[in-house]
């Protein structure tokens, strides 16, 4: 509160009132409830015997479990009318103040609050933490102790002001409840043949109105993601980032409501069902139908929330609320592939693990490096005579094919069944490739194929360079397209070619060409190290920490967009990176003056220096990367 402000107030509290003078009178904080981090409201009311001139409060409270976000004098005080309010928040020191003048201004009309009860000030609360087991924390009339100079509680009557002696203070409190827990759902679906189908994830929140989710599902190999898509509750969000990850066989979204100015607060409000994504499958491969209408021949394949698998740094599944990351319960789903024809052909690229499956779908490497991305196919059910494939990759200035031949079988199925036709055409230009295989194309013509194989089989790789001058950050994402020609002018859809038995249990087979069948691409990055300040995410030069951080740490979190330094995304200093980043340099950037006060990000800022904490004192995860002095991306 500011001298200058309250000086009539102030001037007041010097002149001496004998005890009873003006009969016991009082000062009352009520009590309130709140649940989960939702705000409430407690009233202070004034009890007196005579007209009140204007009055001071100071309210004490615990800084741990609550904060005071505004100390308002009520709309009776307002009517008065009240010439002079002043309101301060001293929320490092767990205080509040409210001084009133009713008569402060010319032409001095002699303004007054009646004898009586009156609600003369609302005390705006909101929860730091959700409590576990109910809490009540203290609301307490505090003299001597909060402003400059500091306060006591006074009313002011006949131009003399009275305190302790002359009223009581009656202290009040605020209970805080356990809220109903918060959940999220996977509500599972059918997938018909050669159709996608979506399951939709459903959000109760009884914690509070929510700001930011993040979700991380993984999928069973059966599935192949195709889309994640916002929900009715989160259509307007202004940031949405989705990362659709086959190669892990998951995906993860992010969403934040409210990220653009002029930040009008927009939520996921309170409540229950609230449809807040789908993610869109298709299935690798569909169950043949038996014919007896009396069984269910569908495949059921799991849906799972998981946390710290997903995405680049790994991901948690949380919702955001007042800046903070809460976990929720998890309620898993599943999808059922309908029975369909034996069309269950797959491509997709990247690199296997060791056990065959696909470990990853984006591929590091540095500036000048030669990166080597593999190629995969299988089909549970066809003997497959030709493969034809078309590439196709978007960066064409610092990513080109280079290896000879463009499309090396050496080490695959391909080389160890012997295909007798390899060819390929590459257009660095234009950044594509065509590749054509034929098993069997030399006498004595004997039907050579590829049996069939329900896991991934390596069929060639493709080596790409990257140019000493690529920046750092570049990505270069390679995909099966259709308008692929290489160096030609037909383009090359991506197709295998199968025999089939015509009709079943004929002896007679043909050749058939399948298309049509799902793809999983991947891609390339390049990824420095460097040291940091803290919320400097998007290495800017001149360490500036401004809302391109905060939109850095979310595309870092949701997009695998690569940075040097990942402890200088790490605003809150909490040794995971998640939405919960975002929205506290968000918080620091807009709110840091009162009320909010909302705090600067946690050393090393404003200014470089090295990490003082240790990211997880478990040692469950490993350190955030941040390597002092090499930078491969920075030059000699």
């Known amino acids: 509160m500011r001298r200058s402000v309250l000086l009539p107030l102030l001037l007041l509290t010097c002149l001496a009132v004998p005890f009873g003078a003006f009969g016991q009178q009082d000062l009352t904080i009520g009590t309130g409830s709140v649940s989960g981090l939702m705000s409430t409201t407690v009233d202070v009311t004034m009890t007196t015997t005579a007209p009140t001139q204007g009055f001071v409060l100071a309210v004490g409270y615990d800084t741990s479990k609550i904060s005071i976000t505004s100390f308002d004098p009520s709309a009776a005080v307002l009517a008065a009318p009240a010439e002079l309010v002043a309101s301060s928040n001293f929320d490092a020191t767990g205080g509040a103040t409210l001084g009133v003048v009713l008569d402060s201004n010319s032409p001095f009309a002699g303004q007054t609050l009646a004898a009586g009860t009156t609600v003369i000030a609302h005390l705006n609360i909101m929860p730091d933490l959700v409590v576990a087991a109910p809490e009540t924390v203290a609301l307490t009339l505090t003299d001597g102790t909060f402003g400059s100079p500091t306060l006591d509680n006074i009313i002011v009557q006949g131009g003399l002001s009275l305190g302790a002696g002359s009223i009581d203070l009656n202290d009040g409190s605020v209970d805080?409840?356990?809220?109903?827990?918060?959940?999220?759902?996977?509500?599972?679906?059918?997938?018909?043949?050669?159709?996608?189908?979506?399951?939709?994830?459903?959000?109760?929140?009884?914690?509070?109105?929510?700001?930011?989710?993040?979700?991380?599902?993984?999928?069973?190999?059966?599935?192949?993601?195709?889309?994640?898509?916002?929900?009715?509750?989160?259509?307007?969000?202004?940031?949405?980032?989705?990362?659709?990850?086959?190669?892990?066989?998951?995906?993860?979204?992010?969403?934040?409501?409210?990220?653009?100015?002029p930040f009008l607060g927009q939520t996921i409000p309170m409540g229950s069902g609230n449809h807040v994504a789908d993610f869109c499958y298709c299935c690798v491969s569909h169950p043949v139908d038996d014919g007896d209408p009396l069984t269910d021949d569908a495949t059921t394949h799991s849906l799972t929330f998981v946390d710290g698998v997903?995405?680049?740094?790994?991901?948690?599944?949380?919702?955001?609320?007042?800046?903070?990351?809460?976990?929720?319960?998890?309620?898993?789903?599943?999808?059922?592939?309908?029975?369909?024809?034996?069309?269950?052909?797959?491509?997709?690229?990247?690199?296997?693990?060791?056990?065959?499956?696909?470990?990853?779908?984006?591929?590091?490497?540095?500036?000048?490096?030669?990166?080597?991305?593999?190629?995969?196919?299988?089909?549970?059910?066809?003997?497959?005579?030709?493969?034809?494939?078309?590439?196709?990759?978007?960066?064409?200035?610092?990513?080109?094919?280079?290896?000879?031949?463009?499309?090396?079988?050496?080490?695959?199925?391909?080389?160890?069944?012997?295909?007798?036709?390899?060819?390929?055409?590459?257009?660095?230009?234009?950044?594509?490739m065509i590749v054509g295989i034929l098993l069997d194309f030399l006498p004595p013509f004997d039907r050579q194929t590829v049996p069939p194989t329900a896991d991934w089989l390596k069929i060639g790789s493709v080596s790409f360079c990257l140019d000493p001058a690529t920046p750092c950050g570049s990505q270069n994402n390679i995909t099966f397209c259709d308008t692929a020609d290489g160096l030609g002018n037909v383009p090359t859809h991506n197709l295998v070619t199968v025999w089939r038995e015509v009709p079943e249990g004929s002896g007679n087979y043909i050749l058939t060409d399948v298309q049509g069948f799902p793809t999983v691409g991947c891609c390339i990055e390049v990824n420095p190290e460097r040291r940091f300040v803290r919320g400097n995410c998007n290495n800017d030069p001149q360490n500036k920490v401004t809302i391109t951080d905060a939109a850095t740490v979310l595309a870092v979190q949701f997009q695998g967009v690569p940075v040097g330094c990942l402890d200088a995304c790490d605003v809150n200093d909490d040794g995971k990176i998640n939405l919960a980043d975002a929205v506290y340099l968000l918080n620091y950037l807009f709110k840091s003056g009162p009320p909010h006060n909302s705090p600067a990000p946690p050393s090393p800022f404003p200014t470089q220096g090295t990490d003082t904490t240790v990211d997880d004192p478990s040692g469950f995860h490993a350190e955030l990367d941040c390597v002092d002095g090499r930078d491969p991306c920075a030059g000699p």
């Open 310 to 432: 997903l995405g680049s740094p790994p991901l948690d599944n949380v919702i955001v609320l007042v800046g903070l990351s809460l976990g929720t319960i998890q309620n898993n789903g599943e999808m059922r592939c309908l029975p369909a024809p034996l069309e269950d052909t797959c491509f997709s690229c990247g690199a296997l693990d060791s056990e065959g499956n696909l470990e990853t779908n984006c591929l590091q490497g540095e500036p000048g490096e030669t990166v080597e991305v593999c190629f995969f196919w299988k089909d549970a059910t066809d003997n497959v005579a030709a493969f034809q494939l078309g590439i196709c990759w978007d960066n064409t200035t610092d990513f080109s094919v280079c290896n000879d031949p463009c499309f090396d079988i050496s080490g695959t199925i391909l080389e160890a069944v012997g295909a007798e036709f390899v060819n390929c055409s590459v257009d660095n230009a234009n950044g594509d």
């Open 176 to 261: 805080l409840e356990v809220p109903p827990p918060d959940s999220l759902t996977i509500v599972g679906g059918d997938i018909s043949v050669g159709e996608t189908a979506c399951a939709q994830i459903v959000l109760d929140n009884m914690s509070g109105d929510v700001q930011g989710i993040v979700l991380a599902i993984e999928h069973d190999p059966g599935l192949i993601l195709k889309s994640i898509n916002t929900g009715a509750a989160t259509a307007g969000a202004e940031f949405v980032v989705d990362t659709i990850l086959n190669g892990s066989n998951g995906g993860t979204l992010g969403i934040v409501m409210d990220f653009n100015p």
